[in-house]
């Protein structure tokens, strides 16, 4: 089925069944424009909490959709494929998360938003890389804090908080892959640049940024900054909408070590398609189902950062 077509059913299908299609940044740009909202994992979770559709379709990735139906229970979730995981949520296993956590007993945990519906439940408060520093800002600064599941993220909110934070040994294969070495050549190339960057990234290439943010500070920095050319270290689809903003300025995807040809896409958040999208918004399914006792113990931790 040709692109307009589908783009039409699905348009059809929104009025409907009474749906809203929440698309992550990182999502295929097909997808993002026929979303009725598009954001980063804190603006999707508000958009998911406040939401009166029927049906939630979240184009991202697992962890994305169980926030939301976690946040929404008596609401259908669907995703359009359920193989649309996550590389950071698989670094952290629940039970060798746990099995860490009791090694280090009067710790408070903090877990960014990117990780299984488990780990939500086994933490204290959940966090974005929007409201990530505010959220270890809000906690007692002789309290204690476990960080997961992203070593890069913990390791940057040490430095800006000021706090020592006992990290979890996982991280982002995208953000994971940005090269140091290729950033400065670039830069060089490009002199009047400026190199933006998700937290995510190394501390290598985040000691070479201009400026460090979620994607949609990334993205609000590019609508105000003076600057005509950015260097874009994040997944690369998020300068589909710095371009429909900045049509005027020039965005560079940062380059990522020489063996990997790829790596600045994620590959589970490709696994959506327009197709899929399609289908499985017309079959209501795949649906995301999480266990009841699991899931209020999971919303107690979201809750807590909704609140601060």
Excluded at 200 to 229: P, R, W
């Amino acid at each position: 089925m040709e692109n307009t077509l589908l783009i039409e059913k699905i348009l059809s299908l929104k009025k409907e069944k009474n749906a809203i299609i929440l698309a992550h940044y990182y999502q295929d740009p097909l997808i993002q424009d026929v979303a009725d909202f598009v954001g980063d994992s804190l603006g999707l979770s508000h958009k998911a909490k406040n939401t009166n559709a029927d049906l939630i379709v979240f184009a991202g990735v697992h962890f994305m959709a169980e926030t939301a139906k976690i946040i929404n229970p008596n609401k259908k979730v669907v995703l359009p494929d359920m193989d649309a995981g996550c590389s950071l949520s698989d670094s952290c296993p629940p039970r060798d998360f746990e099995e860490f956590i009791k090694l280090h007993p009067n710790h408070i945990v903090i877990s960014y938003i990117n990780c299984s519906t488990e780990v939500k439940a086994l933490s204290d408060i959940i966090c974005t890389s929007s409201n990530a520093l505010r959220v270890i800002n809000s906690v007692p600064k002789d309290q204690k804090i476990i960080f997961g599941p992203d070593k890069n993220l913990g390791a940057y909110l040490a430095r800006k908080s000021g706090r020592e934070l006992v990290l979890w040994d996982g991280y982002c294969i995208v953000h994971q892959e940005f090269s140091e070495k290729e950033i400065l050549a670039l830069k060089k190339n490009h002199p009047n640049s400026k190199l933006i960057a998700h937290p995510e990234c190394t501390s290598y290439v985040l000691n070479c940024a201009d400026f460090i943010g979620s994607t949609t500070a990334m993205l609000n920095f590019t609508k105000t900054d003076s600057s005509h050319t950015f260097i874009v270290a994040t997944e690369a689809c998020l300068l589909h909408q710095m371009q429909k903003n900045s049509p005027e300025k020039q965005f560079i995807v940062a380059p990522v070590v020489s063996t990997c040809s790829a790596c600045n896409q994620c590959p589970y958040m490709k696994k959506n398609t327009l197709e899929k999208l399609y289908k499985c918004m017309k079959e209501e399914s795949p649906e995301i189902l999480i266990d009841e006792e699991l899931r209020v113990k999971a919303y107690q931790s979201v809750q807590k950062m909704m609140k601060i």
